[in-house]
């Protein structure tokens, strides 16, 4: 009876290519997961399927046209006063004076 010896190095690289191999095969399931429908309907066609419970959506445009909509006032635009925001220098430190303007 002859005894077979399996190097480390070959058994790391045999446990290495099977990894590889399950891990190729479990990304390739996981995008057919998730683009299978997306394949399907564009092979299939483009259309949108509701549910049948979908009831149809009504818009009341008359509340456009109502009175109290147009009696409605606008605001007055605010008077704003132009002031200096931030400081001359602020790169300066708040302990130390700023530099004098020349």
Known sequence: MAIIFVSPRKKQKIVFWGMAAALML???GI???VFL???TTRLVG???V???NVEEVKI???VV?????KNLEFFEPLATEETQIGRENPFSAFAEPAAPKK
């Open 37 to 39: 429908p997306e394949i």
């Open 60 to 62: 009341n445009f008359k």
């Open 65 to 69: 046209d109502s009175t109290e909509l």
């Open 31 to 33: 995008s057919i997961a």
């Open 26 to 28: 479990a990304m390739a």
């Open 46 to 48: 483009n259309k949108a």
């Open 50 to 52: 509701l549910p049948a």
